[in-house]
Nanobody, 125 residues
Framework: QLQLVESGGGLVQPGGSLRLSCTYS????????IGWFRQAPGKEREGVSC????????IYVDSVKGRFTTSRDDAKNTVYLQMNSLKPEDTGVYYC??????????????????WGKGTLVTVSS
Protein backbone atom coordinates (compact mmCIF):
# COMPACT_ATOMS: atom_id res chain seq x y z
CA GLN A 1 0.00 0.00 0.00
CA LEU A 2 1.53 3.26 -1.10
CA GLN A 3 1.77 5.88 1.61
CA LEU A 4 2.87 9.50 1.60
CA VAL A 5 3.92 11.45 4.66
CA GLU A 6 4.48 15.20 4.72
CA SER A 7 6.70 17.01 7.20
CA GLY A 8 8.33 20.37 7.71
CA GLY A 9 5.38 22.62 8.35
CA GLY A 10 5.33 25.21 11.10
CA LEU A 11 5.01 28.86 11.99
CA VAL A 12 7.11 31.35 10.05
CA GLN A 13 7.15 35.12 9.74
CA PRO A 14 6.30 36.83 6.46
CA GLY A 15 9.34 36.83 4.20
CA GLY A 16 10.66 33.67 5.80
CA SER A 17 11.30 30.21 4.38
CA LEU A 18 10.27 26.64 5.02
CA ARG A 19 11.08 23.35 3.33
CA LEU A 20 8.42 20.70 3.21
CA SER A 21 9.18 17.03 2.60
CA CYS A 22 6.98 14.32 1.16
CA THR A 23 8.28 10.80 1.70
CA TYR A 24 6.62 7.90 -0.08
CA SER A 25 6.76 4.22 0.80
CA UNK A 26 5.11 0.93 0.01
CA UNK A 27 6.19 0.32 -3.54
CA UNK A 28 8.55 0.98 -6.41
CA UNK A 29 7.50 3.86 -8.62
CA UNK A 30 8.82 3.49 -12.16
CA UNK A 31 7.06 6.68 -13.18
CA UNK A 32 5.25 9.25 -11.06
CA UNK A 33 4.04 12.77 -10.71
CA ILE A 34 3.94 14.19 -7.21
CA GLY A 35 1.98 17.33 -6.64
CA TRP A 36 1.84 19.74 -3.75
CA PHE A 37 -1.56 21.11 -2.87
CA ARG A 38 -2.72 23.45 -0.14
CA GLN A 39 -5.93 24.37 1.57
CA ALA A 40 -6.30 27.72 3.25
CA PRO A 41 -8.89 28.20 6.00
CA GLY A 42 -12.34 28.51 4.48
CA LYS A 43 -11.11 27.88 0.95
CA GLU A 44 -10.99 24.99 -1.45
CA ARG A 45 -7.84 23.00 -1.89
CA GLU A 46 -5.65 24.19 -4.76
CA GLY A 47 -2.65 22.86 -6.62
CA VAL A 48 0.71 24.51 -5.99
CA SER A 49 3.38 22.59 -7.86
CA CYS A 50 4.16 19.30 -9.58
CA UNK A 51 7.24 17.27 -10.37
CA UNK A 52 7.74 14.11 -12.39
CA UNK A 53 10.57 11.60 -12.21
CA UNK A 54 10.48 11.26 -15.98
CA UNK A 55 12.84 14.05 -16.88
CA UNK A 56 12.17 15.95 -13.68
CA UNK A 57 9.82 18.44 -15.26
CA UNK A 58 8.10 20.86 -12.90
CA ILE A 59 4.98 22.99 -12.90
CA TYR A 60 4.16 25.93 -10.64
CA VAL A 61 0.98 27.91 -10.31
CA ASP A 62 1.33 31.65 -10.86
CA SER A 63 0.93 32.59 -7.21
CA VAL A 64 4.12 30.75 -6.19
CA LYS A 65 6.34 31.11 -9.28
CA GLY A 66 9.73 32.51 -8.37
CA ARG A 67 9.21 31.76 -4.68
CA PHE A 68 8.64 28.00 -4.43
CA THR A 69 10.82 25.25 -5.81
CA THR A 70 10.04 21.55 -5.91
CA SER A 71 12.74 18.92 -6.19
CA ARG A 72 13.17 15.22 -5.64
CA ASP A 73 15.65 12.77 -4.17
CA ASP A 74 14.77 9.34 -5.53
CA ALA A 75 17.38 7.66 -3.32
CA LYS A 76 15.42 8.90 -0.31
CA ASN A 77 11.96 8.45 -1.86
CA THR A 78 11.34 12.08 -1.05
CA VAL A 79 10.06 15.14 -2.83
CA TYR A 80 10.64 18.60 -1.41
CA LEU A 81 8.92 21.95 -1.60
CA GLN A 82 11.24 24.84 -0.78
CA MET A 83 9.14 27.87 0.03
CA ASN A 84 10.81 31.28 0.14
CA SER A 85 9.48 34.81 0.58
CA LEU A 86 6.44 33.42 2.32
CA LYS A 87 3.31 35.54 2.55
CA PRO A 88 0.36 35.34 4.93
CA GLU A 89 -1.76 34.09 2.03
CA ASP A 90 0.49 31.02 1.81
CA THR A 91 -0.99 29.85 5.12
CA GLY A 92 -2.77 26.52 4.94
CA VAL A 93 -2.48 22.78 5.19
CA TYR A 94 -0.08 21.49 2.57
CA TYR A 95 -0.60 18.05 1.07
CA CYS A 96 1.42 15.97 -1.31
CA UNK A 97 -0.29 13.62 -3.69
CA UNK A 98 0.81 10.96 -6.14
CA UNK A 99 -0.26 10.12 -9.68
CA UNK A 100 1.22 7.01 -11.30
CA UNK A 101 -0.08 7.71 -14.79
CA UNK A 102 1.94 9.02 -17.72
CA UNK A 103 -0.49 11.85 -18.42
CA UNK A 104 -1.06 13.48 -15.08
CA UNK A 105 -3.51 16.34 -14.69
CA UNK A 106 -1.37 17.90 -11.98
CA UNK A 107 -1.81 20.64 -10.65
CA UNK A 108 -5.43 19.55 -10.79
CA UNK A 109 -6.54 16.89 -8.35
CA UNK A 110 -8.10 14.49 -10.83
CA UNK A 111 -5.97 11.36 -11.03
CA UNK A 112 -4.02 12.02 -7.85
CA UNK A 113 -4.84 8.70 -6.23
CA UNK A 114 -2.65 8.75 -3.15
CA TRP A 115 -2.58 11.54 -0.59
CA GLY A 116 -0.71 12.37 2.55
CA LYS A 117 -2.44 13.69 5.65
CA GLY A 118 -0.99 17.16 5.33
CA THR A 119 1.26 19.50 7.26
CA LEU A 120 0.22 22.93 8.52
CA VAL A 121 2.06 26.04 7.39
CA THR A 122 1.27 29.29 9.16
CA VAL A 123 2.75 32.55 7.93
CA SER A 124 2.19 35.24 10.50
CA SER A 125 4.01 37.90 12.45
Amino acid sequence: QLQLVESGGGLVQPGGSLRLSCTYSGGTLPYYTIGWFRQAPGKEREGVSCITNGGGSTIYVDSVKGRFTTSRDDAKNTVYLQMNSLKPEDTGVYYCALDLSYDSNCPYEYGMNYWGKGTLVTVSS
